[in-house]
């Protein structure tokens, strides 16, 4: 039996996301100092910040397929955009998950309705609605056709999101890093960025490896529909 | 429950969910393409029968 060449790529990204998630732990658990005000709930971040960014990253893949699959109708395009949805959805939660973990020991509480927070549930539930409307429609056109629509208007929840902490007043903190008045490395300490870029580096590997595999099951179950279909006719 | 707690808290949650996530789609995929060789080797019968 021979490994095909997709099958062998995916193989060697879901090694490197090891690779890196491994590293990711090491820098984020060992290597980084505990925060001078937070202690060691800081390191918490370290998986916080990579996960919403890969969340919003699969959104935007999303967007894309949404769009290419109304604009040409490929079905490919929206394999992608119904794989991204599903992993987006998993991404979104963690960081909830995640945000809620860290809230308690800083804030006081498991949750509040800030902006923020109240966005990002809003996010987790329309694309969580997105993956419902999905399975409920058993015609398959129409199905891509009414997801490419709530994709496409889904994405705009994120630049809210993004601009809540400005234009409210919100507990969520602005940005800590990508400020526009300091660089990366004048906000934090340099063992921290560095522990923060291995983890995303690790999420981004990780997150295209979930997608190939997610797609690959797409296009098997895309195979066996349209060939039940060909035996009916 | 101390710092660490919550750390190890976070991190054990994420790690599990993916992990769980993963090996699902490794199954959903084994599954689809064990249909889909099934369909093709009856439609192959079929075919030269």
Request: charged residues 10%; aromatic residues 16%.
């Given at each position: 039996m021979t490994?095909t060449?997709p099958k062998?790529?995916?193989?060697?990204?879901?090694?490197?996301?090891?690779?890196?998630?491994?590293?990711?732990?090491?820098?984020?658990?060992?290597?980084?100092?505990?925060?001078?005000?937070?202690?060691?709930?800081?390191?918490?971040?370290?998986?916080?910040?990579?996960?919403?960014?890969?969340?919003?990253?699969?959104?935007?893949?999303?967007?894309?397929?949404?769009?290419?699959?109304?604009?040409?109708?490929?079905r490919r395009?929206d394999i992608?955009?119904r794989s991204?949805?599903?992993?987006?959805?998993?991404?979104?939660?963690?960081?909830?998950?995640?945000?809620?973990?860290?809230?308690?020991?800083?804030?006081?509480?498991?949750?509040?309705?800030?902006?923020?927070?109240?966005?990002?549930?809003?996010?987790?539930?329309?694309?969580?609605?997105?993956?419902?409307?999905?399975s409920?429609?058993e015609d398959e056109e129409?199905g891509a056709?009414?997801?490419?629509?709530?994709?496409?208007?889904?994405?705009?929840?994120?630049?809210?999101?993004?601009?809540?902490?400005?234009?409210?007043?919100?507990?969520?903190?602005?940005?800590?890093?990508?400020?526009?008045?300091?660089?990366?490395?004048?906000?934090?300490?340099?063992?921290?960025?560095?522990?923060?870029?291995?983890?995303?580096?690790?999420?981004?590997?990780?997150?295209?490896?979930?997608?190939?595999l997610r797609m690959r099951v797409g296009e098997s179950e895309a195979k066996v529909q349209r060939a039940i279909l060909e035996g009916a006719a | 429950?101390?710092?660490?707690?919550?750390?190890?808290?976070?991190?054990?949650?994420?790690?599990?969910?993916?992990?769980?996530?993963?090996?699902?789609l490794r199954k959903r995929r084994s599954r689809a393409e064990a249909k889909l060789a099934e369909i093709e080797s009856t439609g192959r019968a079929v075919t030269h029968g």
């Open positions: 490994v060449e062998r790529r995916r193989g060697i990204l879901g090694l490197l996301a090891l690779v890196f998630i491994l590293a990711g732990l090491y820098f984020g658990l060992v290597k980084a100092p505990p925060d001078a005000y937070q202690g060691d709930v800081q390191r918490i971040m370290y998986l916080h910040i990579p996960s919403i960014l890969t969340a919003y990253l699969s959104f935007f893949i999303v967007f894309v397929g949404s769009c290419l699959y109304l604009w040409k109708r490929e395009d992608l955009a991204a949805a599903e992993i987006g959805v998993l991404f979104t939660a963690l960081t909830i998950v995640e945000g809620s973990i860290w809230g308690r020991p800083t804030w006081g509480v498991w949750w509040t309705w800030d902006a923020r927070l109240t966005l990002t549930a809003v996010l987790l539930m329309i694309f969580a609605g997105y993956l419902m409307l999905r409920l429609i129409r056709v009414a997801g490419a629509i709530l994709g496409i208007i889904g994405f705009l929840d994120i630049p809210l999101i993004h601009m809540s902490v400005y234009w409210w007043r919100t507990l969520h903190q602005p940005p800590s890093i990508l400020r526009p008045d300091k660089a990366p490395w004048e906000n934090i300490h340099p063992a921290m960025l560095i522990a923060l870029a291995v983890n995303f580096i690790a999420f981004l590997l990780l997150y295209f490896y979930l997608l190939s | 429950m101390d710092g660490w707690g919550y750390v190890l808290l976070a991190y054990g949650i994420v790690w599990t969910a993916l992990a769980i996530y993963w090996l699902n």
